[in-house]
T-cell receptor, first 111, second 112 residues
Framework: ETGVTQSPTHLIKTRGQQVTLRCSSQ?????VSWYQQALGQGPQFIFQ???????GRGNFPPRFSGLQFPNYSSELNVNALELDDSALYLC??????????FGQGTRLTVV | EDQVTQSPEALRLQEGESSSLNCSYT??????LFWYRQDPGKGPEFLFT?????EEKEKERLKATLTKKESFLHITAPKPEDSATYLC????WGGGYQKVTFGTGTKLQVIP
């Protein structure tokens, strides 16, 4: 049990809608990262926040955005949902530059 | 662009049959290499971090090693409960930004 919790666990949205996914970091961790994992693939890095500032970003369009709050919890927002956004979204927390501990993920289905 | 390649894609072992999984990487500014285990429908579970060539770490039946170009995850006398997908990831620094790149994983099946 890593202490990283994500909500909701499952979600179905319609193409064009917007979605917000939430993550509570493990106690004491100040860094949070978000990943997208398609079926049969490795996780793809979306972005990372350290102390409320974005300090890393993968090859995702601007409609993927995030926030980290003073208590180090985090949100991932995706606008104008596309069918290809259907995936498992993973949140991971860590201390800066150390190993990350993952939550169980949110399964997003876009129809 | 950072690249991580894992091989084989899938591996089927008899219980007790030792083997190795490979993770080769091309990255500039490596900060660390991580191994994770992922069970179906769950988030990855952390196994090891390696920071420099020559480093080795062990945990139960698993041993991870690192060279300048690749990492190996050695599995000794595996049991059916070791069946999972094993993921390798590299953390690198470039352009003022930190980035993590995962491989596609090796799906391991251990048969009793």
């Amino acid at each position: 049990e890593t202490g990283v919790t994500q909500s909701p666990t499952h979600l179905i949205k319609t193409r064009g809608q917007q979605v917000t996914l939430r993550c509570s970091s493990q106690s004491g961790h100040n860094t949070v990262s978000w990943y997208q994992q398609a079926l049969g693939q490795g996780p793809q890095f979306i972005f990372q926040y350290y102390r409320e500032e974005e300090n890393g970003r993968g090859n995702f369009p601007p409609r993927f955005s995030g926030l980290q709050f003073p208590n180090y919890s985090s949100e991932l927002n995706v606008n104008a949902l596309e069918l290809d956004d259907s995936a498992l979204y993973l949140c991971a927390s860590s201390l800066k530059n150390t190993e990350a501990f993952f939550g169980q993920g949110t399964r997003l289905t876009v129809v | 662009e950072d690249q991580v390649t894992q091989s084989p894609e899938a591996l089927r072992l008899q219980e007790g049959e030792s083997s190795s999984l490979n993770c080769s990487y091309t990255v500039s500014g490596l900060r660390g290499l991580f191994w994770y285990r992922q069970d179906p429908g769950k988030g990855p579970e952390f196994l090891f971090t390696l920071y420099s060539a020559g480093e080795e770490k062990e945990k139960e039946r698993l041993k991870a090693t690192l060279t300048k170009k690749e990492s190996f995850l050695h599995i000794t006398a595996p049991k059916p409960e070791d069946s999972a997908t094993y993921l390798c990831a590299v953390q690198a620094w470039g352009g003022g930004y930190q980035k993590v790149t995962f491989g596609t994983g090796t799906k391991l099946q251990v048969i009793p």
